[in-house]
């Protein structure tokens, strides 16, 4: 059978962003008001449609800096999932392609494009409020995707500045994953981990007691053995 383009009805194709960083010690994600129809003023995920000389994590960043104003080339992105239910847009067949994006404390961000605001919101607000299209989903998928990434990868020095301490890591995943864990397992885990910090052979006041040793993000990107939530 031959094919013929002009039998299938035509369909957009869009990304959609998940954000996110930690900020006072508590996961947050990027977030903007819808300044047009559909969804007028609704809350949503930075995202938009894909143009046609552009691939998609283009896009993906393109999107992200027109509607809120952040750019960081340092920052992590990787393709989270694909959302194409028939009636997820009222305006015509449309296909969104997710990314996740992660960064040490993002600067706060600037409304721009079709977005009226933009905001970083705490995880926990931005899960229990309406937010528009099938973004509540993959917000929820993204954040999971993280909380998982972080038990079997070293990706939770992407939420770090360059150097940092022990106690800097564990605060990242004690936010991203929401529980409080052992200051002196988690010490012995990350340090006993092969190539996942590097000592710089520096040293900082990081709360009471003796300075603690400043590290660098190893060239380990898998864990092993993996972080586990338990405390």
């Not at 509540?136 to 940092?164: M, N, Q």
């Not at 991203?176 to 988690?186: E, I, K, Q, S, T």
Request: charged share 25%.
């Amino acid at each position: 059978m031959d094919y013929r383009a002009e039998e299938f009805p035509p369909f957009a194709v869009t990304v959609d962003v998940v954000a996110l960083t930690v900020r006072q010690d508590e996961l947050h994600v990027l977030t903007v008001r819808r300044g047009e129809e559909p969804n007028l003023g609704a809350l949503a995920l930075p995202g938009g449609f894909v143009r046609p000389d552009e691939d998609l994590p283009q896009a993906a960043a393109r999107e992200l800096a027109e509607e809120t104003g952040v750019l960081d080339a340092s920052a992590y992105l990787e393709q989270l999932g694909t959302y194409g239910a028939p009636d997820r847009d009222p305006r015509m067949r449309v296909v969104s392609v997710a990314y996740l994006a992660l960064a040490a404390d993002l600067p706060d961000p600037r409304a721009g494009g079709d977005a009226s605001d933009s905001a970083w919101l705490p995880v926990a607000t931005a899960t229990a409020a309406p937010l528009a299209f099938d973004h509540a989903a993959i917000l929820r998928d993204g954040v999971e995707r993280a909380r998982a990434k972080l038990e079997y990868s070293s990706l939770a020095t992407s939420f770090c500045p360059p150097e940092f301490t022990v106690s800097q890591l564990r605060r990242v995943y004690e936010a991203v994953w929401g529980v409080a864990l052992d200051p002196r397992n988690f010490h012995r885990k990350v340090t006993g981990t092969p190539g996942l910090l590097v000592p710089t052979g520096r040293s900082v006041v990081d709360g009471p007691g003796r300075p603690a040793v400043l590290y660098r993000a190893g060239s380990a990107t898998a864990l092993h053995p993996p972080l586990t939530r338990e405390p």
